[in-house]
């Protein structure tokens, strides 16, 4: 499995050794001359390594080579990737740590940590490859705590390749039959969709080629929003069909279908997340970690694409 998560979590990879209280840089190979001295070892209780302990004869501290690591404070930084792999693949957060034997409010913690690194790798990893020419664009629905309030995730994905461009995550208010409980039991709700659209068309103005092709459902809200961000850029729109059973309701009954790229991210999405299963009893208590949750499965995905896997004689 191709899951390699961002380098420097033991300190490793740092080409300057840097005070932290005077924050002065030095080499790391230390000449005579330098302020900064090497103080000895001491062994990480959770991985068992061996760190460099450093001193800084001018303003007298004490540091090691792990104080600048994301991990720093971190008592079972084993743990880290284990839980990224586990929430990848359909895990709920009570079984990762029912699995890994640990606390679940470490799980939570490791979730955070994680979800946080991997927002960030997503958005290097976008800005490496080429800007998108063809994209789709929808909207997946899910709830918080209860189907009375719902929660939309605006999704943008490049056509052929499958690469998750996007995603944008925000509250709406119950339809249907629910629309009259949910307003009785939980008041009234924002739709925060306008709003969160806008974000996120925003954000992809960096990803996505002006004159691109952006292709949706016959929804009628998106039309003004890409004539208003990409003002140059043809919409091209395709009436909804019937959802088969497989791929979780996302994957169209018959035929050719024009938004395939899309749905078949959005069926990936609902196998890996657990919360995102249909008919499932896991839910999202928080749309933050849904947020942070999607941007570890969506730094996945991307990475696990073929078009975008590195060559085996690169390495
Ligand atoms: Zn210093």
Known sequence: MY????????????????????????SRSLKSNSQIVKCGFFKRNSDRKIVQRYYCTACKKHFSSATFSDCFNQKKRHYNCKVAQLLVSAVSLRECSRVLKINRKSVVRKLIFMGKKAKIDLDKFNNKLPIAKEVLFDDLETFEHTKCKPVSIGLMVEEGTRRVLGYNIARMPAKGLLAKISVKKYGKRIDERPKKRAELFNEMKNLVHDRAIVKSDECPYY???????????????????????????????VGFDPLFSLNHTCATLRARVSRLIRR??????KPERLDLHLAI?????NRNLKSYLPSPAAG
Do not use: D
């Open 223 to 253: 039309f003004k929003f890409i004539k208003r961000h990409f003002p140059n850029a043809s919409h091209i729109t395709f009436k909804g069909r019937a959802s088969a059973i497989v791929g979780q309701g996302e994957l169209k009954k």
């Open 297 to 301: 499965v969506c730094l996945f995905h």
């Open 280 to 285: 499932t009893w896991n839910t999202t208590k």
């Open 3 to 26: 899951l390699k998560w961002r380098k420097g979590c033991h300190g490793k990879g740092m080409i300057y050794i840097k005070c932290p209280k005077c924050l002065k840089k030095f």
